[in-house]
């Protein structure tokens, strides 16, 4: 016969008692969403969604007046503002507003064409400003005022006295991924001295001018020329970076040429000369 062993139960968990000045809490519940726990009781959040609206193409309202030839962009936003622009006959005055592909847009009335997407390449020739300012004498918005009657401007930047490719557009959208990830230019530098070898090595390895690093994507001696001529590709936008870097180096800058842009060369364009791109360039640009 088994005898039954004497002394208090065992308590379980409904009869112990707490220990310590430790309250019990009743009826706790995990943290998180609606009160649900996750493994081993640890409390489970929803990672809330980003919520992106998606992007749309079309040209700015004033951007779309100003290259129909009746204004420039900043009279277009006080006509806008004013109540005589309408998309598709609805007034418009929001500041900003996207024209689609197919919208009819009117001024006072009159329908307005948007100009072609144009491109013109320029062979820059030597004391011509590379800027659209008519204070600063001869400039190549002159040199190219017959080329077209669209609103074009220059891409980048050459100095005065600095020769070579230029380009001009209307195409925003090209002009802003150039001035974005930068446009490959092929220079021809000639210097007053020759080039150490160590100093070109410098520039390949990237120079700190004036607190900024200068990369280029190229550096070499011309073939068949003295030391003091040097190739340089560069995708800077800027008008003096050049002459910075070589005399950050101890050397003086006697001629730059932009012999390239990107994929267009100097051929059959002599100096002081245009030309307008055909399709096969245009398209090529998409692969920058």
Known sequence: MVKKKSGSPKATSATRKPTGDRPVQ?????LGQGGQGGKGGRPTFTKPQKVTEPKRDG???????????????READTYI??????????????????????????????????????YVLLNKPKAVASTTSESKGLTV?????????????????LGRNATGLFLFTNDDRLMNKLHKKGLPRLFHV?????????????????????GRTVIVEEVSYVANAAKKEVG????????????????????????????ALAHLTKKDLPRGRYRHLNDDEISLFSML
């Open 81 to 118: 503002a004013s109540g005589l622009v309408t998309v598709n006959n609805k007034v418009v005055n929001t500041m900003g507003y996207l024209v689609q592909a197919g919208d009819e847009v009117k001024f006072d009335g009159r329908r307005l064409q948007q100009e072609p997407p144009t």
């Open 190 to 210: 000639e210097l007053n001295k020759n080039l150490k070898n160590e100093d070109l090595l410098k520039i390949r390895e990237g120079q700190s001018v004036d």
């Open 59 to 73: 040209t700015r309202l004033n951007k779309f007046i100003a290259n129909s030839g009746v204004c420039s962009r």
């Open 232 to 259: 340089l590709r560069i995708k800077n936008m800027g008008s003096s970076i050049i002459r910075e870097l070589f005399e950050h180096l101890g050397y003086q800058v006697v001629k730059v040429d932009c012999v």
């Open 26 to 30: 009743k009826n706790r519940k995990p």
């Open 141 to 157: 918005m002159d040199l190219i005022a017959n080329a077209t009657n669209a609103r074009v401007a220059p891409v980048g930047r």
